[in-house]
């Protein structure tokens, strides 16, 4: 079966550093993505993991561990406008079908 | 560049109504084309998939339907509308393998209300 598991919300002060965790349960592999999605809009692409260790764009940072089936997003300098809901997801071996997380739900106070 | 545009952007309609979504791409060739449902407050749900033209993957069983008459247009349909069809509709695309980048990009999506 398929599974992806995420916080369903966060809160974080603006300037901070929040880590948002992702686990999945998933009958094939081929690729970890984050995406972003502020309320009423639709997701837009973050970042992309297919191997193990640290992938780094700017702010923000992804994190994949495929022996723990384990993933987190990192935001650093966090700004007002990093408040939406970030999405895990996984694509299957066939490159074919993304599962998706339910979404975590960030809020940056200031 | 590749664009994705859907329609319409919102959408009423009375329960036991036909419904028809579209989707199209440009800028691309042989994508493989998507069709998820976002209810208020929750993840993606896949409903459709698709590899190539008339080809079409369901992957939960319900009163919707897709069809991909052109290789950039993909087609959500239903003949009668349930209360539970209410969400955000988004149509994504993402290059087929070996195409290009690996992520799924998404259209602006219609939200539609059952009433």
Redesign the interface.
Known sequence: GQNIDQPTEMTATEGAIVQINCTYQTSGFNGLFWYQQHAGEAPTFLSYNVLDGLEEKGRFSSFLSRSKGYSYLLLKELQMKDSASYLCAVRDNYGQNFVFGPGTRLSVLP | SQTIHQWPATLVQPVGSPLSLECTVEGTSNP?L?W?RQAAG?????LF?S?GIGQI?S?VPQNLSASRPQDRQFILSSKKLLLSDSGFY?CAW?PS?GQGA????????T?LTVL
Not at chain 2, 102 to 109: E, N, V
């Open positions: 493989n998507y998820y929750r993840g993606l749900q896949l998939y590899v993957s992957e988004l993402s393998p690996d992520t799924q990009y998404f259209g602006p999506g939200r």
